[in-house]
């Protein structure tokens, strides 16, 4: 099994920067891939950062992962109030050499950016 703890989230005014951070732990064989979602009332869940950042985002967030500590960050700047979500990673993993990859997600870090 696999726990994902995001951390880094909390109130901005806009123009301002975040840096949100999601560690990895468990008994697992390796995180195969790690991403953030952003989800706000009424809305679908969007991908932010993953295999490529939502249009959204693009100049504005950057993703970065540390592999060794099963850790991944994902740097904002420049925030808008329509950036104002609960974000959440997910992780891919496997928990054996030869199972198949499974979904883990977080419980979310709320972004608040005020106008």
């Known amino acids: 099994q696999v726990q994902l703890v995001e951390s880094g989230g909390g109130l901005v005014q806009a123009g301002g920067s975040l840096r949100l951070s999601c560690a990895a732990s468990?008994?697992?064989?390796?995180?195969?891939?790690m991403g953030w979602y952003r989800q706000t009332p009424g809305k679908q869940r969007e991908l932010v950062a993953g295999?490529?950042?939502?249009?959204s985002v693009k100049g504005r967030i950057t993703m970065s992962r540390d592999n060794a500590k099963n850790t991944v960050h994902l740097r904002m700047s420049s925030l808008k109030p329509e950036d104002t979500a609960v974000y959440c990673c997910?992780?891919?993993?496997?928990?054996?050499?030869?199972?198949?990859?499974?979904?883990?997600w977080g419980q979310g870090t709320q972004v608040t950016v005020s106008s």
């Open positions: 997910a992780a891919e993993a496997l928990l054996d050499r030869r199972g198949s990859a499974v979904e883990y």
């Open positions: 295999a490529e950042y939502a249009d």
């Open positions: 468990g008994s697992f064989y390796a995180i195969i891939g």
